[in-house]
């Protein structure tokens, strides 16, 4: 019998994630993506339990800075913590569709996996664009559900187990392909588009990235898959396993609004 619906803690959750090889890897294409420079105001929307905060901030030292905002105490309590020898980090309770910064005021922003849960992704965008300096540059990085693939013997299954997550577990589940087009309409240049599409050879650390055995059971319990999809499931965790996903990375900037670019890439 699998396990229910009993979630990780959110902030270990959330460092197993960034711990891990494909965590890493698209990590390092965000900040390299973000072209950070010493002196640089750094803004941080959802910064989480603020995993990556002081690594940017030893990137715009001396004189720059980061700014981490959430609007979870708990989070903000982690981060706290985590940045508390940070001198260059500060951290502010606040909401990423009313940012508690002035306008003109950052130069880099960032947000990881969190336009995916908000309410309306062009407010958020909006409002980067209010509190950015001219030439500010955002990077965005954010799942496409629907590119959830789970190898196995049935893969009607595996599609209907996609189809819940990102139609009934996540409230903006196709939001990654959706980014560019986003950006421009919130008068944003484009400038870089890349997918990223890690391979998972571990159940294990499948199952922690995308809760499958919980989510098998929420979908039996809504209907989408009936019981025989607990044995379903058990057979894929007995392996030989691979799941993958696709992951967008979209960095955009203040422009003028004449010169929009758009670039392609691809990352793996």
């Known amino acids: 019998m699998i396990d229910s619906r009993s979630r990780p803690d959110p902030i270990v959750y959330l460092d197993q994630v960034a711990a891990s090889p494909p965590g890493r890897a698209y990590k390092r294409q ?3 993506l973000l072209d950070l420079r010493p002196g640089q105001r750094v803004l941080d929307l959802g910064c ?3 995993t990556d905060l002081a690594a940017m901030a030893e990137v715009v030292a001396p004189d720059g800075s980061v700014v981490g905002v959430d ?3 708990v989070m903000l309590a982690e981060a706290r913590a985590r940045t508390a020898r940070h001198r260059l980090v500060e951290i502010r309770g606040g909401d990423v569709h009313a940012l508690p910064l002035p306008d003109g005021s950052v130069d880099r922003a960032r947000a990881d996996r969190v336009l995916q849960h908000v309410e309306d992704p062009s407010r958020v965008l ?3 664009r209010r509190v950015a300096r001219p030439g500010g540059r955002i990077v965005l990085a954010e799942p496409d559900w629907e590119g959830l693939l789970v190898d ?3 893969p009607a299954v595996g599609r209907e187990l996609t189809r819940f997550i990102a139609t009934e577990r996540i409230r ?3 939001v990654g392909r959706g980014l560019a087009r986003l950006c421009a309409e919130a008068g944003l240049g484009v400038r870089a588009v890349v997918t990223v599409a890690p391979v998972y050879r571990d159940f294990a650390t499948a ?3 995308f809760g499958l055995r919980r989510n098998v059971t929420r979908a039996i319990e809504a209907g989408f898959l009936d019981a025989g999809a607990e044995r379903w499931i058990e057979d894929v965790a007995a392996g030989p396993f691979l799941a993958t996903t696709l992951l967008f990375l979209v960095a955009a900037e203040v422009t003028n609004g004449t010169d929009v670019l758009i670039g392609e ?3 793996c």
């Open 30 to 32: 965000v900040v390299d």
């Open 48 to 50: 989480g339990p603020g």
């Open 71 to 73: 609007r979870d105490p």
């Open 126 to 128: 909006a409002e980067f």
């Open 152 to 154: 196995s013997r049935d």
């Open 172 to 174: 903006n589940g196709t």
């Open 207 to 209: 199952d922690r990235v």
């Open 265 to 267: 890439g691809s990352g």
